[in-house]
C-alpha cells in the first residue's frame, strides 16, 4: 500500500522526527508511545539506530510535506494514532495535529473531525470506516 513512501528513506526519518515530537507534545512520552513509533518506523524501513538517532536529535530531520495526498494523509494518520495511543490526547497534542495538517495542506475542519473520531472512541478500537466516512465530506 505504501511502496512509493517507503523508498524515501529521507522522509521516512523525517516523520518518525514528527511522531517523537507529537509523542513530547504533552510533555510524557509513554513507552507504549515509544512502541507504536517504533512500530511505524519498522513499517517505514528505518532501522532501531536511526530511531534512536531521531529522537534525540529529531531537529535534524527537518519535514517536507510529500506532494501526494495519499501520503500526506498517511502522515497524519500516524501523527493522529500516536497521539491518541496513550490513551490521553491534550490539547498540545491537538494543537500540534492541526499544526501539522496545515502543513500537509490538510483542511483543519477534516482535521478536528478526525480528533473526534480518536476521542469518541477512547479506549476501544476504531471501526472500520469511521475515518474514512469523516474523510468522505471533505472530497469533492
Do not use: W
Request: proline content about 5%.
Amino acid at each position: 500500500m505504501f511502496e512509493d513512501f517507503n523508498q524515501d528513506a529521507e522522509r521516512n526519518r523525517s516523520v518518525i522526527a514528527l511522531l517523537c515530537e507529537m509523542a513530547r507534545a504533552d510533555k510524557e512520552q509513554s513507552r507504549i508511545e515509544e512502541k507504536y513509533i517504533e512500530h511505524v518506523a519498522e513499517q517505514l524501513g528505518v532501522v532501531p539506530e536511526e530511531v534512536n538517532l531521531i529522537k534525540t536529535k529529531p531537529e535534524q530531520f527537518p519535514f517536507k510535506p510529500p506532494s501526494a495526498e495519499k501520503e500526506r494523509m498517511t502522515i497524519l494518520y500516524y501523527l493522529l494514532f500516536t497521539m491518541r495511543v496513550d490513551r490521553k490526547i491534550r490539547q498540545k497534542e491537538e494543537d500540534m495535529a492541526h499544526s501539522i495538517g496545515i502543513r500537509l495542506g490538510i483542511n483543519p475542519a477534516l482535521t478536528q473531525d478526525l480528533i473526534r473520531v480518536m476521542k469518541y472512541n477512547d479506549g476501544k478500537e476504531i471501526p472500520e470506516n469511521a475515518m474514512l466516512d469523516q474523510i468522505k465530506k471533505y472530497l469533492n
